[in-house]
């Protein structure tokens, strides 16, 4: 008689902009059960978190994936800061939050060698050829940030997540 397998952890990754915000649901690292990006006016951070809230009810994760912004080589505005903070306000104690830094999705998808966002995207678009369509062009350094690069950035977060030990990565639970 086998042991019975640990259940898989349905997983919604997120990644907030400043239009609004890329998201992805996975249970386990090949299953993709949703993508998108959900726009919400850049000036009222409560219709994002509202946003947020309608999918942690609609698919019930277990994990809430986002970037741990407080990371030294975090980028993120203070605005963005503050909504990815009040994040785990919304996780019930269900829920767990894991914060990820955007640095660590460097290094797990680089290997050792430095990578750009487009060629993590690349990497993400062969692993899940579902979205592959979704692929933003290369963009030139002037060029504003293709929104469609926050779904494959929830993707890197949340493929990060399954890849690393629990030991590698910050754990914060709403009961803690």
């Known amino acids: ?13 997120l990644d907030p902009m400043s239009r609004g915000f890329g998201y992805a649901v996975l249970e386990g690292p090949t299953n993709l059960i949703d993508w998108g990006i959900r726009n919400a006016p850049n ?10 809230k309608e999918l942690i009810e609609l698919y019930h994760p277990d994990v809430i994936v986002i970037e741990d912004c407080r990371h030294v080589g975090s980028r993120r505005r203070e605005r963005v800061r503050a909504v990815i903070t009040q994040v785990a ?3 019930t104690q269900d829920i767990e939050v894991q914060l990820i830094p955007a640095t660590m999705v460097h290094d797990v998808f680089g290997a ?3 990578v750009t966002k487009h060629q993590i995207a690349m990497l993400v678009a062969e692993h899940f050829p579902e979205i592959a369509y979704r692929l933003p062009p290369q963009s030139k350094p002037w060029m504003p940030e293709d929104a469609r690069f926050a779904i494959f950035d929830a993707l890197a977060f949340a ?18």
């Open 43 to 52: 000036d009222n951070p409560r219709a994002l978190l509202r946003k947020i």
């Open 1 to 13: 008689m086998t042991p019975a397998a640990a259940p898989v952890p349905r997983v919604l990754a």
């Open 159 to 176: 493929l990060t997540f399954f890849l690393l030990d629990d030991t590698d990565t910050l754990r914060c639970r709403r009961d803690a």
């Open 112 to 114: 050792g060698r430095t």
């Open 89 to 91: 306000a919304l996780a």
